[in-house]
Structures are given as structure tokens and as C-alpha cells.
């Protein structure tokens, strides 16, 4: 089955203690990218990547790291997480290396910091 | 950062009723606009990426049309079912080279059975 899948779905972690959200795809797609979702903002985007070894920033990258070294992983990295990046964390991808293709969503994986 | 902004916020439709909803953006520099549903609790699905103006597309009962000119697009939901009580998501890219995708809030629709 064509899918996008997210691990871990749901996580509650402390201020600073670094952490790691895996997102795997298995159709083949070169275009990645990460989405947090926050009440009243709608989806944000935090990085993505149109190939691999190639990342760039989104519109809020500030306090994550991503990695692209293979084609069907994109994990995401927060260093040192602070209580402002709680929220719903979508990775997401697209066929051809384009964003302008339709975008296929993880299930999510939800984030508390304390 | 761009704007897309949607409206209304929130929408509740009488089942049986037809409906629909906007989605504004940038005209400048417009490369490609996308209609995502996205239920409660689930993961977004596409549902037309349109990159032409006067662009119309459909998918059972739901219709969307593009004006890249004006810098809108509607989607249309025709005689709604409770099952398309969903988020609709509008999301825009510009043709700047960069492959950024730039969402607007939502319309949260209730259908009242």
C-alpha cells in the first residue's frame, strides 16, 4: 500500500531532551517536506527537500533540523525542544520533485513539551 | 511569507444543501493552488491541484474553479452529505523557482443531518 508513515505518532517530552520524528515514504518520491499545525495557523511549513541531500528551510525552520539521505526518509530533529513546538507535525510528500504536484500526508504525530 | 487566507472559518450546511467557499491568494507570480480535505483526526487528501486560469475540475460532487488573474478559487459542494463535514484546505505555490507551499487556515464545514 502506497503510504507515508510517521513514528512516533504521539510523544511527550521535556524542555531540551533532543528528539527525532521519522518519516518514511515508499513510493518513490523525491519531494519531501514537514508541516506543523497549530490552532488558528493552519499548516506551516518547516523544511522540505526536493532530492537526496538536498533540503531547504520553510517558512518556520527556526529550532529544527532535517536530514535527506535516502530517498524514502525525512526525519525530523529537534535539538533541543522548548514548549513553543508543541503541536501537530505532518511530513508529507510529492511525485517528480515538485510541490506543485498533490501532496501525500503522514497520519501525524502529535507533540507535547513540557 | 504569503498570504492565503479562506472564508468563512466555519460553515454549517443543512444536508441536502449546496454549498460553497472561498480561497484567496497572491495573484503575482502564481504557479499552482491546491484543495485538500482533511477529517478530524485524519491525514489531509488532495483533492485538485489546478495550475491554469479558468481551470475547473470535479470530483463526485465537489468542484472546484481557478482565477489566477483575480487571485481566487472556489470549491463547490453539491447537495452535501454528512460525510463532507471536513476542513478544506487551500494551498498556493508561486512559480519564484523555490518549491515552498503556503496554506491558508481552512473552512471547517458541519453538515447537519
Known sequence: EAQVTQNPRYLITVTGKKLTVTCSQNMNHEYMSWYRQDPGLGLRQIYYSMNVEVTDKGDVPEGYKVSRKEKRNFPLILESPSPNQTSLYFCASSDQGQVHNEQFFGPGTRLTVL | ?113
Open chain 2, 1 to 113: 511569507i504569503l498570504n492565503v487566507e479562506q472564508s468563512p472559518q466555519s460553515l454549517h450546511v443543512q444536508e441536502g444543501d449546496s454549498t460553497n467557499f472561498t480561497c484567496s491568494f497572491p495573484s503575482s507570480n502564481f504557479y499552482a493552488l491546491h484543495w485538500y480535505r482533511w477529517e478530524t483526526a485524519k491525514s489531509p487528501e488532495a483533492l485538485f491541484v489546478m495550475t491554469l486560469n479558468g481551470d475547473e475540475k470535479k470530483k463526485g460532487q465537489i468542484s472546484a474553479t481557478l482565477n489566477t488573474k483575480e487571485g481566487y478559487s472556489y470549491l463547490y459542494i453539491k447537495g452535501s452529505q454528512p460525510e463532507d463535514s471536513a476542513t478544506y484546505l487551500c494551498a498556493f505555490t508561486t512559480n519564484f523557482g523555490n518549491e515552498k507551499l503556503t496554506f491558508g487556515t481552512g473552512t471547517r464545514l458541519t453538515i447537519i443531518p
